[in-house]
């Protein structure tokens, strides 16, 4: 069960409760590179670690307001990195290792970075300009780029308070709770939902073998945890659901509490699967950087209903649809979603208005419809390609799909599909046309392998267009 109200306020002290309460109580565990090895550190032993990293930065001459661009898997080192960085007043820049060199020297640049830390420990010169972040940034996170270049947004240290006793609160977080490192640390996913809030609340976090997820080792990851719950995105809960026979040959899965999913759309038809293959409620949640991560999320079953389909409702937020002419919508009217919080980037106690389509119901739950940025108009109609995606993958061997405009008002469909199952073009345009208006069924399917994915695990529709459009 959940602690007291946390008194996290930002980076800086997220450990402090649980290193004076509970020194002994294992914060997380390292895999061995062939997963047979777990060593547990303490919150006594982080927490020694953050300080003396905290010294370290400062002896090489970083202090407050400098941006640290912090290049590392989910491993121990990027953990007292990141707090040792917030201890010193550092602003800490999370970067994907696996940016080519190219695209890492770019983001540095556009960072402004004092220097860089490499998963080698060593520090090195920054090839930004040395900018000053504001005293009260904690983090500089990049969005996806999912249909677009990467942007970067700033996090105060109580942006990251409110979003982690928002997270722990939704989902009763407490220090019998331990969790698998699925997701990367530096998107927000991972970083908040896995680590920050697992930390602020006294539980455990498994670090799995070379600081990344593997399919290969997951089952064992989850049994050697005794998680009690994990989040990821539809990709990776895909994955899972293609690999259950492998789980079921290990025996049956640790007694979870929930499955969270977030990062897009989860189907249906894999949310009751999942379910079933796990024991427990998949609860889908709706999240985005410039939010530090959660907005929304379904609740606990013993907390409200679940309402599959939704990414349920608000949580530590307020949530509003507009239309085009900035009114609210009435219940069940789609619309641009608005959020307001104080987790959101910015403060001022604005709207952000998150380009993302959809409708609230009359008890708050929020069903997510696509972007406005990936709206195709066809013959003066406007088409979401995430509509259109959903259909198409509910036809027989389509494992799923990604919709695109092709030239002027044309619209094309990648599809990948599933097992030895064979399925032809014509095969999925009849069912298109079978289940949707004639101005949305594509007009031509271009079968692929794989279709190509951001670092998050979400759908790169800029690749897409490039690639098939």
Known sequence: MATSALTVTGLADLLDRQARARPHAPALVTTGRHGDERVPLSYEALDALADQ???????????????????????????????????????????????????????????????????????????????????????VLFTAGATGRARMVSLTHANVAASVNNICATYALGPDDTTVAVMPFFHGHGLFASLLSTLASGGCVLLPADGRFSADTFWADLRAAGASWFTAVPTIHEALLDRSSEAADLGAPPPLRFVRSCGAPLNAASQRALERMFGSPLLSAYGMTEAAHQIASEPLPERGPLKHGTVGRATGVRLRVVDQDGRVCPAGVRGEVWVRGPSVAGGGGGWLRTGDLGWLDEDGYLSLTGRIESLIVRGGRTISPEYVEDVLAGCPSVAEAAVFAVGGERIGAAVVVRGEECVGAEDVLRYSRERLAAAAVPDRIVFVSALPRTAQGGLDRLAVRERYG
């Open 53 to 139: 990293e905290a010294e370290r930065f400062a002896a090489a001459g970083l202090g407050a307001g400098d941006v640290l661009g912090l290049v590392a898997g989910n491993t121990v080192e990027f953990v007292v990195a990141l707090l040792g960085a917030a201890r010193a007043g550092v602003v800490a820049a999370p970067l994907d290792p696996g940016l080519s060199d190219a695209e890492l020297r770019l983001r540095v640049g556009d960072l402004g970075a004092s220097a860089v830390l490499g998963g080698d420990g060593v520090i090195g010169v920054g090839a930004g300009t040395g900018r000053r972040a504001g005293k009260e940034d904690a983090l």
